[in-house]
């Protein structure tokens, strides 16, 4: 494993109780993320994912994170889907059941486009899709810093051509 912390611990804490509060017949799930605004550019570049991908999840999930996440989540007064995350620990040997597609790193889009998107592909653990893209987010800073980037890079090509 690459890093040493308990990635079932890296989603925003709500996401703990999500799975109690859907509907009983709920099968699947389907996130996406977009660069949403356009207020201060009009084009993003995607940038992240890939680093996130190996950084986090290029191992299983293991038995001692998942009751590690449950005794946090105890003591913090939390729901947490302990039955699920074993199934994932255990029955799954710990890999995650979702289908992940994301437009190619470093390319250049209009926003209000997806940049991800995450589905489940398991029934019984149909909310890891969810899970999953709450921590897939971490990408926002490092395609925002390339998105800035960018846009620099295009100001001062500009310039350089009025100029030389």
Not at 115 to 120: A, G, I, R, W
Request: aromatic fraction near 16%.
């Amino acid at each position: 494993m690459i890093t040493t912390q308990n990635r079932v611990l890296l989603s925003d804490s709500y996401k703990y109780s999500h799975p109690k509060q859907y509907p009983a017949n709920t099968v699947s799930m389907f996130d996406y993320a977009e660069a949403r605004s356009g207020k201060v550019y009009d084009k993003t570049v995607f940038f992240g994912l890939q680093y996130i991908l190996k950084q986090y999840f290029s191992t299983p999930i293991t038995v001692q994170e998942v009751q590690e996440a449950k005794q946090f989540a105890d003591a913090h007064g939390i729901d947490f889907e302990y039955d699920g995350w074993m199934y994932i620990a255990s029955d799954l040997q710990g890999n995650l059941p979702v289908e992940i597609r994301a437009i190619p790193e470093g390319k250049v889009i209009p926003v209000k486009n997806a940049l991800f998107t995450v589905e489940s592909t398991d029934p019984k653990v149909f909310w890891v899709a969810s899970w999953m893209e709450t921590t897939l987010m971490k990408c926002w800073y490092t395609s925002n810093v390339a998105t800035r980037s960018y846009f620099v890079r295009e100001m001062l090509s500009e310039y350089i051509k009025k100029t030389t």
